[in-house]
T-cell receptor
Framework: GQNIDQPTEMTATEGAIVQINCTYQ??????LFWYQQHAGEAPTFLSY????GLEEKGRFSSFLSRSKGYSYLLLKELQMKDSASYLC???????????FGQGTELSVKP | GAVVSQHPSRVICKSGTSVKIECRSL??????MFWYRQFPKQSLMLMAT?????????EQGVEKDKFLINHASLTLSTLTVTSAHPEDSSFYIC??????????????FGPGTRLTVL
């Protein structure tokens, strides 16, 4: 079956670094996405990994290990506005269909 | 970047009525559009995949006769919730994928439609 797991919620301090983990088991794999979603809004694209390794984009980095079915999103220099839900999603075939994890609610405290 | 719009952003209707939600890709042609539903504190659940000019593919457990999807052009897909009931109240989000030619297998999301059925 298809299964994507990530922690339900996390708390971190402004200015700190936080790592959000995601493990997946899917019938196929055509890339892993991380999205940010604020309450009542649509998800916004953060990162995409299809090969093993680290992708860095400003304060955000994402890592993928296909052999372990594992990814993480790293957020540096946390800001209050980073408080949001972070969604891990796997594209399981060429058709572009995304399977989402349940999302990690991140709270950034002063 | 690619922009996807949804209309309406918010709708309140009486039980038993039908509601149509539009999803438009504004600056690109979307051969594939996806419809998701999101309940409070939950993640996005894919309802159906819509390809231009063909019938939508529904996920298991989604009633195709209740959630009618039409993708008549490369820039417009519509979702009609027929005979809506309070349990259909949810946040409906569409996304669009620009293929062929997309370098990254990325979906661009619309802003969502909040449906409340009284």
């Amino acid at each position: 079956g298809q299964n994507i797991d990530q922690p339900t919620e996390m708390t971190a301090t402004e200015g700190a670094i936080v790592q959000i983990n995601c493990t997946y088991q899917t019938s196929g794999f055509n890339g892993l996405f991380w999205y940010q979603q604020h309450a009542g809004e649509a998800p916004t694209f953060l990162s995409y990994n299809v090969l093993d390794g680290l992708e860095e984009k400003g304060r955000f980095s994402s890592f993928l290990s296909r052999s372990k079915g594992y990814s993480y999103l790293l957020l540096k220099e946390l800001q209050m506005k980073d408080s949001a839900s972070y969604l891990c999603a796997v594209s399981d075939n060429q058709g572009g269909k995304l399977i989402f994890g349940q999302g990690t609610e991140l709270s950034v405290k002063p | 970047g690619a922009v996807v719009s949804q209309h309406p952003s918010r709708v309140i209707c009486k039980s038993g009525t039908s509601v149509k939600i539009e999803c438009r890709s504004l600056d690109f042609q979307a051969t594939t559009m996806f419809w998701y539903r999101q309940f409070p504190k939950q993640s996005l659940m894919l309802m159906a995949t819509s390809n231009e000019g063909s019938k939508a593919t529904y996920e298991q457990g989604v009633e195709k006769d209740k959630f009618l999807i039409n993708h008549a052009s490369l820039t417009l897909s519509t979702l009609t919730v027929t005979s809506a009931h309070p349990e259909d109240s949810s946040f409906y989000i569409c996304s669009a994928r620009e293929v062929p030619g997309a370098v990254v297998n990325e979906q661009f999301f619309g802003p969502g439609t909040r449906l409340t059925v009284l």
